[in-house]
């Protein structure tokens, strides 16, 4: 039974050239240059740019994250994972082929045989039903060498129906002001009404605390959070 709840086609919008692609990605996600930025800020502070790390990236898309990150790291090695083969060919052109390993595939799916110091997934894993988040955080954790990171950027929902409603508004309002034009709009509404599958953070974050992560919140805005979850010795599954 898959745990991912689209398919390609439906997602990336073959009809599009990649750099529409990513003009309208950032133009649709909330706090996407901020989510960004700060990314790139613990990346920095945390890792040796002078050092090789192992970096594994789900849902690569067209290497938006992955090009920023390696900008930081430029030792890195980096594994980029995605069910689109064009979004991994947008990919391939920004990161080129050195020191870069492109994997087409489900990442729920996919049997992965390395240890990763540095696992990084933005804005993929709502599409993820709740049984397959759990599990892919289970697997994460077991992929990363200890005291390894996990870098979680998505859209997420809240327990408070209140709280949950209001952000939901701010996001559609955010699409409105955003769009490049209205079939534009049309296409990412009915993505993130129809498409996006969300879990609460509260939830999220309690579902990498019990498989033994020590999370910290870097950012949560509107519906846009970004997590550090660290691999720690104790593992609650």
Known sequence: MTTTNVKAPELNYDHYS????DQDII?????HKELHETLLAFIEHKFDASKT????????????????????????????????RKMLSGARKKM??????????????????KKYDLIVSVIGIHHQNRKGKKALFRKIYSLLKPNGMFVFGDLVTHKNP???ALNQALHFHHLVEKAT????????????????????IEE?????????FHVKTL????????LVCKKTSKSGH
């Open 18 to 21: 990649t750099d529409k692609y």
């Open 27 to 31: 133009n649709s996600i909330p706090f």
């Open 53 to 84: 790390y192992s970096i594994l990236e789900l849902g690569t898309g067209t290497g938006i994250t992955s090009r920023i990150v390696k900008e930081a790291l430029p030792k890195a090695e980096f594994d980029l994972v995605d069910f689109s």
């Open 96 to 113: 080129g082929t050195n020191n870069v390993q492109y994997i087409f595939g489900d990442y729920s799916k996919l049997t992965f045989t």
């Open 162 to 164: 209140q709280k949950a």
């Open 181 to 200: 034009d209205r079939k534009t709009l049309e296409e990412w509404a009915y993505h993130h009404y129809v498409l996006n599958d969300l879990a609460s």
């Open 204 to 212: 999220q974050i309690e579902w990498m605390r019990r498989v033994g």
């Open 219 to 226: 950012l949560l805005k509107v519906n846009t959070a970004l």
